[in-house]
């Protein structure tokens, strides 16, 4: 038995996504609506012609009514997923299994999340009754053991480090300057970023993603059918998931240097696209940067730099929007915060503009190159991971 | 014969200095300290660590627990099942609270002391009076754990004599809704405990065989300061017997009378008496004779009270006290308060929850926690042996400071522990100063009270750092 993959069997037809934010006046049904319209705007369909749903949100509600309600659909399949902050790119990966078995000729993705209504700082959502022996670490303190990972894996120091994750804050605050959907368009100094008090571990406030308002939407057909809903459709070559054992903080063995199942969900969607020189056929990557040590990591992760030397590119520049590999160039988390269901599709949304041609002051020359998405759920040691390989020309089918 | 087996304190670390009271009140001077529990100790608590000293490492097996405390952490319940849960201990112990008075103390000691089988005594307390008043600033928080036996099995001190005298009076009392004792004018309860302990211990005395020129160790164990000075003077015996915690620990309550006769076993020397007098509405006295065993006890304890009391940490704000006490009521963290544990949940895992047992994998010896039933190494599954981690320490990986975790104590740590022999887990911190927080660090495990929501205590272990010759 094996994973063989949907490589080139999907395109992504229509695309919306709003803008995201503190947005006391938009319920999580107005975000519903604005997404499903603006993706539905964007092809040559109607609302009605999509036959089937997958509806990510991780808290802001519980079924598929939760769309079909302010969409009035009518009698249409709608599944509600919820994993971790992976929850936008696996109703995605579903969505595209639909209309790849030929089960169903159009299937929308749809993620959003209502994170200000609670009053409370922290990711929305009740925990099922327990023991009372899960921890109250947040998330910018889970991951905040990378730090210490890192530092004892590869001996560099403290301040290096933080230089590293400054930068990397700067880089997509500065991407997002440019991006009318973010959240936060601030230039923010160096100076200032590094100078913010921490909240957790060496993190502070503007070492994470914040928790924002958001939505956004994808719909999908077999490749072969993408002209007759767009001029301009883009391909989805290769879409890895990995969950991982959960074990990191149970076993010795794991270092708090990476995440093995990004790594793992990396491997599969490359193989299934055929990428073979990961900084040569990668044109721009969207990450999951929920904090700046997520994004350092990452970069090793996803094979763009060797293991230990990702502080190091990224001080030189390589991520930046005119670097080598162009990482977050719409702004990432840290520009747009973290609507939970709707961020994994938020990602795929700037590679749909920057495969067309369309993001504006922030387009790239990608020259023919592929556009990632990576998207992380759970924190270091017990990981949700998803990855996706997208480009503008068509690929002969992999598998 | 009777006496005591084994014993054991705990001591919380943190010091209240009567001149931060007097300051934080507009007054000059104050002369003075106390222990204070840490904001996630509680007496169930610090009863369970004082007890894992007492019990020598799992080495003694106790028949029953018999746990005394005046601010218990529940009413109705139990108290000392918790303890029993923490502790390990087989399910055909049994488990009584003598709760509420601070002489139920004794009263805990001489129940094990009279069991035909090896019990376990707890006397733990946290005492709490009116701020800038004498109790606040002449109590002391902290714990102590007998094994002792009615029996004939070998005591590092033997019950020689014992003498009671009880007369109702009002001394010290509180209501049970009452967050602070009330007191009568002391000189009246001091007169009235003079007299009983006078009796008390003439009895104990002659029980004993003992001429009161001959006792070696006196301790007193009294809420009142003004009778401990006159049970002392009553007792007869020489001045310079007398074991004084009050400038180290202050008047503990319940655990008082554990933690004096504690210093007193750590003095004597074999064949040296010690008289112990509790008093509250009346005088209990036991007389004991430390035994040639004592000095071979001392030798092998881990965790003793004179190092417990070397590692205070003083400086402790007064507001923070008053915080920790629930005194004062301080702005909370803007974040949802977790929600108290399931009963059934609690239950079910209670081997973890409360006796912090991991698994070891029969088919490759990989050793994990919580408790897996498909090992993580190998994959063999429901091949697993329990193993308790409650003495195994390991040391941290990785740490967080996190600001923004709700906590009863803000900021909360946390941390990732490679135990010795393998494993880890990822547990809160509690108790580090920032040079702590290090890897490679040196931690040990301690039972404490995660939070206390909607009437619930959530009891959990977290990890504290040790010196490496601990």
Known sequence: ?399 | MAGVISYGTHVPVHRLDAAAVRAAHGAGGGQGRRAVACFDEDTTTMGVEAARRALAGDLLAPSWIWFATSRPAYLEKTNAAAIHAALGLPRDVGATDVAGAVRSGAGALRAALQSPAPALAVLSDIRVGAPNGPDELGGGDGAAAFVATGGDEPVVAELIGSGAATEEHLDRWRLPEAAVPRRWEESFGAKISAGLAADATATALAAAGVAADDVRHLVVAAANPRARRAVARAAGVPAEALVDLAGEIGAAGAADAGLGLVAALDRAAAGETIVLLAVGDGVEALVFRATELLAERRAQAADPLARQLAAAREGLPYGRYLSWRGLIDVEPPRKAAPAPPAAPVAHRRRAWKFGIEATRCRACGTRQLPPQRVCHACRAVDRMDREPMREVRGRLVAHTVDRLAWSPSPPAVFGVVDFDGGGRAELELTETAPEDLVPGRRVALTFRVMATRDGQHNYFWKARPVMEED
């Not at chain 1, 059918?225 to 989805?236: E, K, Q, S």
């Not at chain 1, 074990?247 to 995440?259: E, K, L, N, V």
């Not at chain 1, 030189?316 to 590999?325: C, K, T, V």
């Open chain 1, 1 to 399: 038995m094996a994973a063989r993959g949907i490589g080139g069997r999907v395109a992504i037809v229509g695309m919306g996504c709003t803008s995201f934010g503190d947005l006391p006046g938009r319920g999580v049904d107005d975000l519903l609506v604005d997404a499903a319209l603006e993706a539905v705007a964007s092809t040559r369909l109607e609302i009605g012609d999509v036959d089937a749903f997958w509806l990510g949100t991780y808290a802001s509600s519980v079924a598929g009514t939760t769309l079909s309600k302010p969409l009035k659909l009518d009698g249409k399949p709608v599944s509600r997923n919820e994993n971790f902050c992976v929850t936008g790119s696996d109703a995605f990966r579903n969505a595209c299994f639909a209309v790849a078995s030929g089960a169903y000729d159009v299937a929308m993705a749809i993620g959003a999340e209502k994170t200000g209504d609670t009053g409370t700082a922290g990711v929305p959502g009740t925990p099922p009754p327990g023991d009372g022996t899960l921890l109250e670490i947040t998330p910018p303190g889970l991951f905040g053991y990378l730090s210490d990972g890192y530092l004892a894996a590869y001996g560099i120091s403290p301040e290096e480090l933080k230089t590293a994750l400054t930068h990397i804050s700067y880089k997509n605050h500065a991407n997002g300057v440019d991006n009318p959907r973010a959240a936060y368009r601030q230039l923010i100094s160096k100076e200032r970023i590094a100078s913010t008090p921490n909240l957790a571990g060496n993190l502070s406030l503007l070492d994470c993603g914040g928790l924002t308002d958001g939505g956004a939407a994808a719909i999908v057909c077999r490749a072969e059918d993408a002209h007759r809903y767009t001029d301009t459709p883009i391909y989805v070559h290769g879409m890895g998931m990995a969950v991982g054992p959960g074990t990191g903080a149970i076993d010795p063995a794991y270092d708090y240097t990476g995440f093995p199942e990004v790594a793992a969900a990396g491997r599969e969607a490359y193989r299934q696209a055929g990428v073979t020189d990961v900084p040569a056929q990668i044109g721009m990557a969207e990450v999951h940067d929920c904090f700046t040590v997520t994004e350092l990591v990452l970069m090793e992760d996803l094979q763009f730099t060797p293991r230990g030397t990702s502080w190091r590119a990224v001080l030189d520049g390589a991520f930046d929007r005119d670097g080598m590999l162009p990482v977050n160039p719409d702004g990432g988390l840290q520009s747009f915060g973290h609507p939970i269901g709707a961020s994994g599709i938020r990602m795929l949304f700037e590679c749909w503009l920057q495969l067309r041609g369309e993001a504006g002051r922030r387009q790239l020359d990608l020259d023919g190159r592929f556009a990632m998405t990576q998207n992380l759920g759970g924190w270091p040691g017990e990981c949700v991971a998803f990855v996706s390989v997208l480009g503008g020309e068509r690929a002969a089918e992999v598998g």
